[in-house]
């Protein structure tokens, strides 16, 4: 274990991932530079600095990758309309590849040959964090504590932090929660506790992010979505940055009650899980760019996706986004949202978002054409005969055979 | 145009169809047989009767096949959790096999040799009622008066009853709506009017089946619905009929505000139409039934279903029922549903159908490998690096090789 | 009929486009600007010109498109492996969008308001000719003369031209043939005639562009096929524009009796038809093209390739290559060829091209981590086992609940 | 390591599989039964007996499962015309599956907890034996010797040998090869050696079950082949069981030149691997089922057939025969199968495999639209100008609004 020289570490400052630092540094008998990332967590980052330093880490990277990480991940995967099992809007698993990017780019600036993350050996994001690290540089050395130690509970912990003088108010205020957490710009998760029962309901107590619909506003709230190419560039005519975009529709969506979810999953190492999760913004922002791509999007292209993106979500959620697939189904992805511009007017309202209006200059809408009325022409429906005729013609044959009709 | 002896019209007893009876008999010189069915529209099919004596109509079919319409096809279809262009339910689409195939069952009891039907030549439901006829018997010949008729307006279509002494009481109340609808136990869809402009938003007094969310009380309603191989067979315990469960659905789901839409879709003709539509029980059934699978499913045979399921929407909506392909997806699907059986518990609250609790005899969910807490051995944590490392060998071998890495 | 100012249309030279020419203009009363292009079918085009003239025809257009042809459709259809019903190649499909590219550019050149095509209703080409005229100027009109006029027969149309003085010797010499053909640089095609009975085999006097396998020479000959980003840029390490390498392969394939094929085929209009192919050159770049892919690609990237290669066919059959979803797929396939380059070496044998050998300096085959040899350690078969448990743990958990196992 | 008593060993008879009985026995202190299956790998089984025996092994089981191997794995995988990666059969992949399933029958059996390989660590065949081990008896314990011990090279195994007693005549005849060979009745594989440079040509004298198209004979063979349901159940009208199938078309196959290949491919545990294959029959099936299909499925279910394909290959290369989506995939493909019977004639000859022929009294071909001749009015070519019309309808309208259109 002693080839191990520096090690970049994935660092909250929280107590568990204060702890590896110090479980690093005796085991491994190596240097660890520590990485904090702001992507919205909704907690300051700063403080991380002087716990590291507590620790005598001398290498302190804090970072704020917020809009990078709307702009460059969370962006590309909704033009897609990406969700997994119908239900899961990605909110942890599109954090992950960033957060592997910039361990691998620290350990290649400060010489490192290894990187550690807090992620447990059952999870989903251990998988994504080393699979970005290996696709990034294959020759890393990663080092997942929790598949490696003895500190397997809560006690066994503390006693580490009392006998290595770790201030056990590092032990972040979230911990508190019966439930393990993650949090970032998309979305904040829930699992474990009473969640471990996928029959009890969820407590309301819990979530953290939104009201419920029973205690958000009597009165519905609009907003106008401004789309370029597949992404939102403006609320209410207002131009904002990606994540400015997710910030602002997060308020507002939790406001009104928007975005909850209670699911059972099925992860990739092989096990369901139940998880909760709130994602106000994301819910808002899938649903509009599906009625942006109503007008804009030809039928087929439209279909091919939807057909595609059940493959992009289960390669986003394993971890597969450094890989060749993800960008060959990205490039045909953003092959397709070239015209998708325009605005989406939605109302909210306790818990729904729903799509009141759509318009673009990009429309392939033909009101001309599909109007109920006098069309002038534009349509013939006489050709209507022929293109049923040939469609059926296979059919026909098939029952003139005398082949099973029903 | 004499060659056609008997024909058998899909009948609503409504002014259109009736104005069709009439000009069947004239502009073909052939006897004309009416067919009724109760597919849940929300209106007296009794009354079709009188009206179409009056018509001079000697074979006359009534019948209600709401049973039959959920069971062999409104489920079968839920079970693959099908949705067209990620927002629609399919109702239109799903009721016009089973018309069709009554359609031809007629004409052969009653030496017919023709099919008739009141859909226009601009709609997906002349292509599905005609590629049902032609798939159940090649030879019928099919005939579509609006694709053929000169009563292109409103005006003329008047001019006409009055000229063939066809009471305009025969119009039915629901045509004095603004708008082109269409109802059956499943849905009821709204089109035309303002909506022909997908900016507007859709007035509230067009809905007619759920109050809006607004409206809805102010205290949540919980139902638990029991599953059998995938499809609903009892509502908080208590055993109901196909349809009497989606009855009982749309009652509580419309008093909730549960199942509004609005859209905008891809005709199959090729253009887009803007729709809204109302689908309580549907909407309910969609969620409650993801939920009882995500408890009782493998997840390969999950992510296969989804990958399928755009595809097998495509060939509902584009009236292919009747299809091999449709047989062969339906085969797939049947075959994951066999465990598909337990409990789903949901809130329903101001247009919210959310998911609360699912159980299953047939669960796969582990709870003693899925816990935060100490499985026991349950799990190996150690797997998870084998795992990881030979899943990231093609990526580590590419980036070794100097592949692009991001 | 009067409303056609000026037709432009797609001029073989041949008697049955000629009688076409003659028809448009008595038909339509319109003028005629005649197209031919040099697409590699092996006749002469610069013959047209004088009997063009002949018709009357004032604008008359020669062309040789082969580079075109081969460079901007024939190599991209290549890069996806594209075969259609896992057998036919394409050849006639794939030269349909260059023409009606060219039958439109000419149009708007022209000012002509009209294209038109000697294809029967009955097939697909007049889908891929339509499909691609309506995409490229959606407001063309398009003259189908065989789905229009009564010359329905050899017999009239031989009248035809005797009453309008149409010199029978425009029938070119390949029409003396029992069989429907068609030619051009990727391959030649037979239908009709005792192919219509699919259990009669094809004569040997029918193929032109191979010998059979048997009169092949009795010695193999080797190529070495050099690649770069998907493409073929040179054989036996001279470099060819894209056309020069499909003749010189249809030339050594022929001669080795490679490249012939008998197949009964689904129409896009609805029905099965049988023809026969001779794609000697295309025989071989498929082979070669996967043997430099089997290096060159990820596993995930060429196993969604093959996933996605059918319905990419399947666009490309049905006329859609001027669409939004053959450019949807395009970008995926073409972000995939960005390595794939290097070198095939191919025995061609009596029917037989076989890959003996292929090398890239892109080559993902790492001999260090697959010998069957002592690796040192590259790959730790370790790993192994805890890929499987985790792969197997949804199976075991299925298989320790009861559930079905085989 | 103690808590094994009992395990059952797919035991060739050969050295390998013999140390592993020793190793075995002396490594878990533990009962080995040992099971030796004639699937068709061209080599006695009965000897196997003795030498168990002289290993003290007390309950050995020898089956001659041919039969089942190919009626219930071979045929209904050719059903769906499966191929990895474009080009392997997958020869080796498809006996897995039923050696796992015996295995554990016989664990079940005889009483034992174990179940053991003597495949290595870095190929597919340990995943395949033990993902249907883990399938089929979840708490199974499997032992891969070849990923725990220390005898890595052949001379640590003959040293093994040595100490042990092992006569090393127990290493069987075709050990003496350069190469890794792998043999039943669909085809025998050939790895390592030379082969491990991908840009060598593979030596005429390394091929076993074919004669190079070089040495067949100078006339061709013709066979019919006779199916119902998908698989072929008569030669030349003679009546055979399935492993008879196979056994005469590996004879007449081989004898004629065909089924050899030479391929890179990648493994499911991330490597690229060099192979070369002999499948003689298995060409010959491959080709005559997409021949028999090409008559008698409808467009669409093919299409749809093909669409899975890959899939489906993908599942039984990577082991997953024992798989809720193995079987998912299955019930679809099965379901086209009903009809797919009929007749089909080859020509065989130096390493062709030609479908000349095919005739079926489900025949969907109807030459009576499909002629060229005049067709009585069974087709209508006026019916194209619509379907072409609608079909363009939305390129059309996207053209009108200015879209990109080439």
């Known amino acids: 274990m002693s080839d191990v020289k520096k090690v970049v570490l994935a660092y909250s400052g929280g107590l568990d991932?204060?702890?590896?630092?110090?479980?690093?540094?005796?085991?491994?008998?190596?240097?660890?530079?520590?990485?904090?990332?702001?992507?919205?967590?909704?907690?300051?980052?700063?403080?991380?600095?002087?716990?590291?330093?507590?620790?005598?880490?001398?290498?302190?990277?804090i970072e704020d990758l917020r809009e990078e990480f709307v702009r460059d991940y969370v962006f590309p995967m909704f033009r897609a309309n990406t969700i997994y099992e119908g239900e899961y809007l990605l909110g942890t698993s599109i954090a992950r590849p960033l957060i592997a990017k910039r361990l691998i780019e620290?350990?290649?600036?400060?010489?490192?040959?290894?990187?550690?993350?807090?992620?447990?050996?059952?999870?989903?994001?251990?998988?994504?964090?080393?699979?970005?690290?290996?696709?990034?540089?294959?020759?890393?050395?990663?080092?997942?504590?929790?598949?490696?130690?003895?500190?397997?509970?809560?006690?066994?912990?503390?006693?580490?932090?009392?006998?290595?003088?770790?201030?056990?108010?590092?032990?972040?205020?979230?911990?508190?929660?019966?439930?393990s957490m993650d949090a970032n710009l998309l979305h904040i998760s829930y699992e474990g506790g009473i969640l471990e029962d996928p029959w009890a309901e969820a407590e309301e107590d819990m979530w953290r992010w939104s009201v419920s619909p029973e205690q958000a506003p009597d009165t519905p709230t609009y907003v106008e979505l401004t789309f370029e190419k597949g992404d939102i560039v403006a609320i209410d005519g207002e131009a904002l940055k990606a994540h400015e975009v997710l910030e602002r529709l997060n308020k507002v969506g939790?406001?009104?009650?928007?975005g909850r979810?209670?699911?059972?999953?099925?992860?990739?190492?092989?096990?369901?899980?139940?998880?909760?999760?709130?994602?106000?913004?994301?819910?808002?922002?899938?649903?509009?760019?599906?009625a942006i791509e109503s007008l804009t999007l030809d039928r087929e292209e439209a279909h091919l996706k939807d057909q595609l993106m059940p493959k992009y979500a289960e390669v986003i959620y394993n971890g597969y986004w450094w890989s060749p697939e993800r960008r060959m189904l990205?490039?045909?992805?953003?092959?397709?949202?070239?015209?998708?511009?325009?605005?989406?007017?939605?109302?909210?309202?306790?818990?729904?978002?729903?799509?009141?209006?759509?318009?673009?200059?990009?429309?392939?809408?033909?009101?001309?054409?599909?109007?109920?009325?006098?069309?002038?022409?534009?349509?013939?429906?006489?050709?209507?005969?022929?293109?049923?005729?040939?469609?059926a013609l296979r059919l026909r044959i098939a029952a003139g055979k005398g082949r099973q009709q029903s």
């Open 17 to 61: 991932t204060s702890v590896i630092v110090k479980w690093l540094q005796e085991t491994y008998n190596c240097e660890v530079v520590t990485f904090t990332a702001d992507i919205g967590q909704g907690e300051e980052v700063e403080p991380a600095r002087a716990k590291a330093q507590a620790l005598g880490v001398k290498e302190i990277y």
């Open 106 to 179: 620290i350990a290649n600036e400060t010489g490192a040959d290894a990187i550690s993350h807090g992620a447990t050996g059952k999870g989903n994001d251990q998988v994504r964090f080393e699979l970005g690290g290996y696709a990034l540089k294959p020759g890393v050395k990663v080092i997942a504590p929790w598949r490696e130690w003895d500190l397997t509970s809560r006690e066994k912990l503390m006693a580490y932090c009392e006998e290595h003088n770790i201030p056990v108010d590092f032990s972040s205020k979230k911990k508190k929660s019966p439930y």
């Open 254 to 258: 939790g406001d009104n009650g928007i």
């Open 261 to 290: 979810l209670d699911i059972v999953e099925n992860r990739y190492v092989g096990m369901k899980s139940r998880g909760c999760y709130e994602t106000p913004g994301g819910t808002i922002i899938l649903r509009a760019h599906r």
């Open 330 to 391: 990205q490039a045909a992805i953003d092959e397709t949202q070239k015209n998708v511009s325009g605005v989406v007017r939605m109302k909210l309202y306790k818990g729904n978002a729903t799509v009141v209006g759509r318009k673009s200059e990009q429309s392939l809408f033909d009101e001309s054409i599909a109007t109920f009325e006098d069309d002038a022409g534009a349509y013939n429906q006489k050709d209507a005969e022929g293109f049923i005729k040939l469609n």
